[in-house]
């Protein structure tokens, strides 16, 4: 087991973009206007191998990095901002404005051409900086 | 829509620990083995107020750093190290060698003391650096 000696709290840890995303959307449209959305992510033209074995159809995992959030938060937050709900812990909601600013979510890969992958229902904004793409 | 021009793909995005795991498993033993496998995850002490609202037994996403993965990685790859089965992109698999490390995980939560989540199901290792934790 590990104690206190091994926890470096200040260790930084980076990332590079692996790709962005492309949409209609520059300003926060709320999660479930975007469930309908069609988004392009253009990937990094070094990685496009990466992609095989991925199924048009197929759900997938997007991860990206909430660039327009500001970097201060609350701890106790309204589910999306909606002052009629009951505020909450951050890890207890899916909101832009955490410690680190990591989205996760589940789409659906509609086609690759190249190093373009559309999806559908991907809640990022345009030029979103993606970090990861994985099965579900 | 945005084009190439906007898209800074040298951008290093960078983040903290938000916590740390704590197991039993201080090397890999493989994504199945580890299904049953309870860990606890130690909070830093200033965000446990971003708990509230999670519930014992609910299953949340820990989002946590591939420390002990080397940085190189094949774009094409056996799913679980198994040369059996044939190579898949690196986006087709949640192989820890991938151009950003971070895992997601779903795990069940067993039990909140203070800044101590305890959790069923994280495949990662003792002392890996946990990024976000989100409802699922």
């Not at 200040?10 to 995303?21: A, H, L, M, Q, S």
């Not at 069609?38 to 997007?62: C, F, K, M, P």
């Amino acid at each position: 087991m590990s104690d206190k000696t091994t926890m470096n709290w200040d260790r930084k840890i980076c990332f590079r973009p692996i790709g962005f995303v492309q949409n209609d959307y520059d300003e926060p449209a709320g999660p479930l206007a975007m469930c309908g959305v069609t988004s392009r992510i253009i990937l990094d033209d070094a990685l496009v191998e990466g992609l095989y074995g991925l199924e048009i159809g197929q759900s997938i995992q997007v991860l990206f990095y909430f660039d327009r959030s500001p970097g201060d938060f609350d701890l106790h937050q309204h589910p999306c901002g909606d002052t009629n709900l009951p505020k909450k812990g951050v890890f207890a909601l899916c909101t832009p404005h955490r410690p680190n600013g990591i989205g996760v979510t589940q789409v659906e890969l509609l086609k690759i051409e190249g190093n373009v992958l559309t999806v559908l229902g991907l809640d990022a904004l345009n030029n979103t900086p993606v970090l990861d793409i994985k099965p579900c």
